[in-house]
């Protein structure tokens, strides 16, 4: 398989299903961001090396391509013209936004109450879990503007929604597991 296609020479895609749109669709800017954020899922990964938290990532991970094959294809598009499913994939579903929950409470367990809004930092690893989280959020950001004009799965915006929430669970825990102190924001 050729990686260049030269089919985008022109600044243009396909989405699942053959549509063509420009590079700068609002649906390839929302898949895109879910992509980027994969990327730092990435990064992050690569810098533990706790099992568990590495397994849960790459189920994350997983579910972002899922994500984003989901927003490449537009509803009008979901079913062949046969009336199967285009994607042969398990969708977003509310089963993986209890998986984020749960985890989110496990690893709440071990932290501190939060008293303070919470300077990113302290550790690489720690400040890849906040840009991360930015990038999630600005993932959920485009998708919303995607949802305010086309139809898309409603189980993608609280995925994104609790997975940001999961991300900075997740800088809290690694900033305890490294032993480096929290800088409380104090407004200042």
């Given at each position: 398989m050729k990686i260049y296609t030269k089919t985008g020479d022109d600044g243009k895609t396909s989405l699942y299903g053959?549509?063509?749109v420009k590079k700068n669709d609002l649906r390839i800017d929302a898949?895109?961001?879910v992509d980027?954020?994969?990327?730092?899922?990435?990064?992050?990964?690569d810098q533990i090396d706790e099992e568990g938290l590495i397994n849960d990532l790459?189920?994350?991970q997983s579910r972002?391509?899922?994500m984003g094959a989901m927003l490449a294809t537009p509803k009008e598009k979901e079913k062949k013209k046969d009336g199967t499913d285009r994607l042969k994939i398990k969708k977003i579903e509310e089963e993986q936004i209890d998986?984020?929950?749960k985890r989110i409470d496990q690893m709440?367990?071990?932290l501190e109450p939060m008293t303070h809004f919470i300077l990113p930092g302290g550790h690489t690893?720690?400040?890849?879990?906040?840009?991360?989280?930015?990038v999630c959020r600005r993932a959920e950001r485009k998708t919303v503007e995607l949802a305010d004009n086309e139809i898309i799965n409603d189980y993608i915006l609280v995925y994104l929604n609790r997975l940001s929430d999961y991300l900075f669970v997740l800088a809290r825990k690694l900033t305890k597991d490294y032993k480096v102190k929290e800088m409380p924001w104090k407004g200042q």
């Open positions: 053959g549509t063509r898949y895109g961001t980027e954020l994969n990327s730092y899922l990435g990064l992050i990964r790459i189920r994350i972002l391509f899922t998986f984020l929950e709440n367990e071990v690893v720690v400040s890849f879990c906040h840009i991360a989280r930015c």
